[in-house]
């Protein structure tokens, strides 16, 4: 209990003193920027999953070419698995005056297994949990609109009639299959035979969907891999591809990188402080000794001020967090209409391991070399405080490197950072005293010149520290900085204004010329039209399971390479007769698919044998069609194909979309307008919630800086007091300390600029994958901001100096 | 006349208390004299030396330096006037840690850009006998040797008037009487004035005049 109070008397006396105030704010901030962070990006993840959980329908999803599946899976009788299944297929539908083709989705009476249906009807608008009824469809406002139909109208579909019963506003799996292209009708399941649409040999998809615990769901997709056949897929949850999740994947990536900035300049500044705190209890410690405290009783009592000073920090920093959070997720509500899911254990387990981290590797090493001191110290001021200053570096770095991890949890990611820093920072200090030379006899006090590079040679440690802690400083800060400039800067361009809007699939040949006139004449721009076919690809060697390809592709045939792809490996087509194909990466990746490899393309009945020409990237973010596979034209002459395009219909001319149905029926047109609104939407709102990261982040560079000098100027003091009692001028302290610190803010700045275009190269490189640019007003800004933030602040220092009497000063 | 105090005071506020620390001090130097201010702790002899010196300003009174009116001078003004003409030696040394013996001695020349630093402050190094020293940093060097490299240092600044607080304050008494001893030996080769603020009887004895404080007051 004595302990207890002694121990909380102390901490509240260094409270009210302020000589805690850095740690604190450090600490604070650290906590606040981790926790919103973590919490936001938490119940944005749970948001995103319960998204996708919907657009996919369920749990899990198996889609077949046949129906010999649900007998299968019937007899397997899984526990605690809900099981729904739906047919699609494109069909012809007709009004009383209209014909439109369009994609069928029937469902059973389990359908929707995941969320609601938003629906309207005479009645206004309604939710459904429900499949249609029997002899009823729904369709979207585009269908209806097209079929000029009314609520209660009939409509003909195969050789069936049924009634239009709602107009379908929202469906929970939007992502079903490969007819979702068309307007969209949803009917009874047990209505399909009366049709007879679906005959042998017609093209249609069986989807099959699940909903259940993670382990039973395990087991369902176990089993389908071993019924899997040619031409079937297996979608599971958490492997969101769409742009909409890469757009917040990489918001995310955004998110972490700024904590991860932000905490590491809190660490560096708790670092200084603490070696601060422990300088000023030297004497406290040794006095405690000599009244007979033992170690391991002093150890406790300041292990008791680590515990006071977490909670008080967690209990600032989890409110400022939260309060962080809330503000992230208010920008972005647009986009989430109903309230976030709560968040999870692991923002406040972050959280805390990010104290923990930043008090066992910068404040613990600092406060069990001070629990060494003699109590011989009590008698004799000289008596040495080994500082012990390797043990605390290698500390602290064993620290860093543990934040790096716990944020990027990329092994290689951390270690180049890490690695980066250390040799930036070595070449820094190498460089400070290649420049600085040896000292010359004397302080060259005659001038403030001599004197301030004097001070910059005899100060040679220390001023090498203090130039580490703004190197990363500003260099960490000029990443965040550029971050939300150049690199959300190119992001948000990469969605020109112009870009394609609409995509149309299902064009004939014989539509081909009329309708690329027809888009002409009403001045729209479209991109190329490429001939699409549906094919199988496999490989020659079909034994091996690892090299089987069992799926079906959409594959073109052109001479040119697309816009924004890149050949990665071989060549592209040349004017030779021997062309091959080209595939996509992640194909050459996942089917293990190298230069020179034979593929068989089954089109239909026909088999054509080709080879591997090369490799390439594509930029699925394009809104242009993109295609895993591109075959030489001289390979698919024979082959009937439709084709596809992609146009950009001005806000003021969409009713060109519903005419150019009209005019070609067989053509399916529709608009990603709303994703791409979407889209462009969220990169708004994560570059505001981003310029509040750099806000934070830049404070915690200025707090690193202030208290870098702060530790530096405790010793100038007494050398101002000294000197000014010796005759010199305030003028001459003050000249020669601004001139000392601009240089060492330039020197500071220059290396901050190199840090910066190192990390900057990573994070383009490696966290966003794209390629790298180099941004020229780095190079400025770096010293710029080094000369203005350590002269501006070197200069409130030292104002603060000597406005004190000397006497004063030297009585301190 | 090296040092001429009229009517000092000076007052410090302590939240709404004003505390009188000196009231009605006044006397006189002559160039060459030396001059011992003695009295109790907290009797207002360190206040007072700092007023002398000009490194603080008196409430009312006047203080004439070598014949300039300190009382009137700004901190610049008579930060200069302390280059010029003031030497000093604390009771706590107040070596700049960084420097070598021979670069804190060094400090006053250089500070008055003089030709030759480091040969002045060689000779006065060897005047106080740590010659053999001069590459050692204050923390290499015993208490007494500090303080005689603080008397060098004080000495090599070619001051009119030589101010000491507690000079052997923090000494042994064999390292006292030699500080002591060097400090009046090495004021004799000039005509230095020397103002000793001290606690020793022996050292105030030696002093051509004396003043004893109390309460801020002189007494005697």
């Known amino acids: 209990?004595?302990?207890?109070?002694?121990?909380?008397?102390?901490?509240?006396?260094?409270?009210?003193?302020?000589?805690?105030?850095?740690?604190?704010?450090?600490?604070?901030?650290?906590?606040?920027?981790?926790?919103?962070?973590?919490?936001?990006?938490?119940?944005?993840?749970?948001?995103?999953?319960?998204?996708?959980?919907?657009?996919?329908?369920?749990?899990?999803?198996?889609?077949?070419?046949?129906?010999?599946?649900?007998?299968?899976?019937?007899?397997?009788?899984?526990?605690?698995?809900?099981?729904?299944?739906?047919?699609?297929?494109?069909?012809?539908?007709?009004?009383?005056?209209?014909?439109?083709?369009?994609?069928?989705?029937?469902?059973?009476?389990?359908?929707?297994?995941?969320?609601?249906?938003?629906?309207?009807?005479?009645?206004?608008?309604?939710?459904?949990?429900?499949?249609?009824?029997?002899?009823?469809?729904?369709?979207?406002?585009?269908?209806?609109?097209?079929?000029?139909?009314?609520?209660?109208?009939?409509?003909?579909?195969?050789?069936?009639?049924?009634?239009?019963?709602?107009?379908?506003?929202?469906?929970?799996?939007?992502?079903?299959?490969?007819?979702?292209?068309?307007?969209?009708?949803?009917?009874?399941?047990?209505?399909?035979?009366?049709?007879?649409?679906?005959?042998?040999?017609?093209?249609?998809?069986?989807?099959?969907?699940?909903?259940?615990?993670?382990?039973?769901?395990?087991?369902?997709?176990?089993?389908?891999?071993?019924i899997k056949e040619n031409g079937d897929d297996i979608e599971v949850l958490n492997e969101d591809s769409s742009s909409l999740g890469r757009t917040i994947d990489r918001s995310e990536n955004f998110f972490l990188l700024g904590g991860l900035i932000a905490v590491l300049l809190s660490a560096c500044t708790i670092g200084i402080a603490s070696q601060r705190f422990t300088r000023r209890h030297v004497s406290y410690v040794a006095m405690l000794k000599t009244l007979g405290m033992k170690t391991r009783q002093i150890r406790s009592m300041y292990f008791l001020l680590f515990v006071f000073m977490t909670l008080l920090t967690l209990f600032f920093g989890l409110i400022l967090g939260w309060t962080l959070q809330s503000q992230f997720i208010n920008l972005m509500s647009s986009y989430f209409p109903t309230e976030l899911p709560p968040p999870g254990y692991y923002p406040i387990l972050i959280t805390c391991m990010t104290v923990l981290i930043c008090q066992f590797g910068f404040i613990y090493p600092h406060i069990t070399k001070l629990i060494t001191i003699s109590p011989m110290r009590v008698l004799k001021d000289d008596v040495s405080f080994d500082y012990g200053f390797i043990p605390i570096f290698l500390m602290g770095l064993a620290a860093f490197f543990l934040l790096l991890y716990l944020y990027t949890n990329q092994l290689t990611l951390s270690l180049i950072i890490f690695f980066g820093v250390i040799g930036f920072s070595a070449i820094g200090i190498g460089s400070i005293y290649l420049l600085l030379g040896k000292n010359k006899t004397g302080l060259g006090a005659s001038g403030p010149i001599l004197l301030a590079l004097s001070e910059l040679r005899r100060r040679k440690f220390g001023n090498s520290f203090q130039i580490f802690a703004f190197t990363i400083a500003i260099g960490l800060t000029l990443i965040t900085f550029s971050a939300s400039q150049n690199l959300l800067g190119s992001w948000q361009t990469s969605i020109p204004e112009d870009s394609p809007n609409n995509f149309a699939i299902n064009i004939t040949p014989q539509d081909k010329?009329?309708?690329?006139?027809?888009?002409?004449?009403?001045?729209?721009?479209?991109?190329?039209?490429?001939?699409?076919?549906?094919?199988?690809?496999?490989?020659?060697?079909?034994?091996?399971?690892?090299?089987?390809?069992?799926?079906?592709?959409?594959?073109?045939?052109?001479?040119?390479?697309?816009?924004?792809?890149?050949?990665?490996?071989?060549?592209?087509?040349?004017?030779?007769?021997?062309?091959?194909?080209?595939?996509?990466?992640?194909?050459?990746?996942?089917?293990?698919?190298?230069?020179?490899?034979?593929?068989?393309?089954?089109?239909?009945?026909?088999?054509?044998?080709?080879?591997?020409?090369?490799?390439?990237?594509?930029?699925?973010?394009?809104?242009?069609?993109?295609?895993?596979?591109?075959?030489?034209?001289?390979?698919?002459?024979?082959?009937?194909?439709?084709?596809?395009?992609?146009?950009?219909?001005?806000?003021?001319?969409?009713?060109?979309?519903?005419?150019?149905?009209?005019?070609?029926?067989?053509?399916?047109?529709?608009?990603?307008?709303?994703l791409i609104e979407q889209i462009k939407e969220i990169i708004e709102q994560v570059t505001q919630a981003l310029n509040s990261i750099l806000l934070l982040?830049?404070?915690?560079?200025?707090?690193?800086?202030?208290?870098?000098?702060?530790?530096?100027?405790?010793?100038?003091?007494?050398?101002?007091?000294?000197?000014?009692?010796?005759?010199?001028?305030?003028?001459?302290?003050?000249?020669?300390?601004?001139?000392?610190?601009?240089?060492?803010?330039?020197?500071?700045?220059?290396?901050?600029?190199?840090?910066?275009?190192?990390?900057?190269?990573?994070?383009?490189?490696?966290?966003?994958?794209?390629?790298?640019?180099?941004?020229?007003?780095?190079?400025?800004?770096?010293?710029?901001?080094?000369?203005?933030?350590?002269?501006?602040?070197?200069?409130?220092?030292?104002?603060?100096?000597?406005?004190?009497s000397p006497k004063k000063l030297l009585m301190q | 006349m090296i040092l001429e105090v009229n009517k000092l005071r000076k007052e410090v506020s302590s939240g709404d208390n004003k505390l009188v620390i000196l009231d009605d001090v006044s006397f006189n130097l002559l160039e060459g004299q030396s001059l011992a201010i003695t009295g109790p702790s907290g009797s207002g002899k360190s206040t007072l030396l700092g007023l002398l010196a000009g490194l603080d300003t008196a409430t009312s009174g006047e203080i004439y330096l070598n014949g300039e009116a300190l009382h009137e001078l700004d901190e610049e003004q008579r930060a200069l006037l302390r280059k010029e003409k003031v030497?000093?030696?604390?009771?706590?040394?107040?070596?700049?840690?960084?420097?070598?013996?021979?670069?804190?001695?060094?400090?006053?020349?250089?500070?008055?850009?003089?030709?030759?630093?480091?040969?002045?402050?060689k000779y006065f190094l060897d005047r106080v006998g740590l010659k053999e020293r001069e590459h050692h940093y204050p923390n290499q060097l015993s208490g007494g040797e500090q303080q005689r490299v603080a008397i060098a240092r004080a000495f090599a600044c070619s001051a009119k008037i030589l101010f000491a607080d507690e000079p052997t304050g923090n000494l042994d008494p064999k390292n006292g009487k030699m500080v002591s001893d060097l400090l009046f030996e090495v004021n004799s080769e000039t005509d230095n004035a020397l103002v000793v603020v001290t606690h020793d009887h022996d050292l105030a004895d030696r002093c051509d005049k004396k003043i004893n404080l109390k309460l801020g007051k002189i007494v005697e």
């Open chain 1, 1 to 226: 209990m004595m302990l207890f109070n002694l121990s909380l008397k102390i901490f509240l006396r260094e409270l009210r003193s302020g000589y805690l105030t850095s740690i604190l704010v450090s600490l604070v901030l650290a906590i606040t920027i981790v926790s919103g962070i973590s919490l936001f990006t938490d119940r944005l993840e749970k948001a995103l999953s319960a998204e996708t959980e919907e657009f996919l329908g369920g749990n899990l999803k198996f889609e077949s070419n046949q129906n010999t599946a649900k007998s299968k899976i019937q007899r397997q009788n899984f526990q605690d698995i809900d099981f729904m299944e739906m047919v699609l297929f494109a069909s012809v539908i007709f009004s009383e005056e209209d014909m439109q083709l369009s994609s069928v989705k029937a469902v059973d009476n389990a359908y929707p297994l995941i969320g609601e249906l938003e629906l309207q009807n005479k009645s206004g608008k309604f939710l459904s949990k429900e499949s249609p009824e029997l002899g009823t469809v729904w369709m979207d406002a585009r269908l209806q609109n097209l079929l000029n139909l009314s609520y209660g109208d009939k409509i003909f579909l195969g050789d069936s009639e049924f009634i239009f019963a709602a107009t379908i506003l929202y469906e929970p799996d939007r992502a079903s299959g490969n007819f979702a292209f068309a307007p969209k009708t949803i009917m009874n399941f047990e209505d399909v035979d009366s049709t007879n649409i679906i005959q042998p040999g017609s093209r249609v998809e069986y989807n099959y969907l699940f909903k259940g615990p993670e382990d039973e769901i395990a087991n369902v997709r176990n089993y389908l891999e071993t």
């Open chain 1, 513 to 674: 010329e009329n309708m690329q006139s027809f888009l002409q004449e009403n001045d729209i721009k479209s991109k190329p039209f490429f001939p699409v076919t549906n094919a199988i690809i496999f490989k020659k060697n079909e034994l091996s399971e690892d090299d089987k390809i069992d799926r079906n592709f959409n594959i073109t045939w052109i001479e040119e390479l697309p816009e924004q792809n890149d050949i990665l490996k071989g060549e592209w087509f040349d004017k030779s007769l021997n062309n091959g194909i080209s595939v996509s990466e992640d194909i050459s990746e996942r089917y293990n698919l190298e230069i020179g490899d034979d593929v068989f393309i089954k089109v239909g009945e026909e088999i054509i044998k080709s080879y591997v020409q090369s490799t390439r990237t594509v930029n699925w973010d394009s809104f242009s069609p993109n295609f895993f596979i591109i075959g030489h034209p001289s390979l698919f002459q024979d082959i009937s194909s439709t084709y596809i395009t992609s146009f950009y219909i001005p806000s003021d001319k969409q009713y060109l979309a519903a005419d150019l149905m009209r005019e070609f029926r067989t053509v399916s047109v529709f608009s990603i307008e709303e």
């Open chain 1, 697 to 804: 982040t830049s404070l915690s560079a200025l707090f690193l800086a202030f208290s870098a000098l702060q530790d530096g100027f405790s010793v100038r003091k007494h050398q101002s007091a000294v000197l000014r009692t010796l005759g010199a001028s305030n003028t001459l302290i003050k000249q020669s300390t601004l001139f000392e610190f601009t240089l060492l803010g330039f020197i500071s700045g220059t290396l901050g600029a190199l840090v910066a275009y190192a990390g900057i190269y990573f994070i383009e490189t490696r966290v966003f994958e794209t390629s790298a640019s180099f941004y020229p007003e780095i190079s400025i800004m770096g010293p710029l901001l080094g000369i203005i933030v350590v002269s501006s602040l070197c200069y409130y220092l030292i104002s603060g100096i000597t406005k004190q």
């Open chain 2, 87 to 121: 030497g000093f030696v604390f009771q706590s040394f107040e070596l700049l840690p960084s420097l070598t013996a021979l670069e804190n001695v060094m400090l006053p020349s250089e500070l008055k850009d003089e030709d030759e630093p480091e040969e002045r402050a």
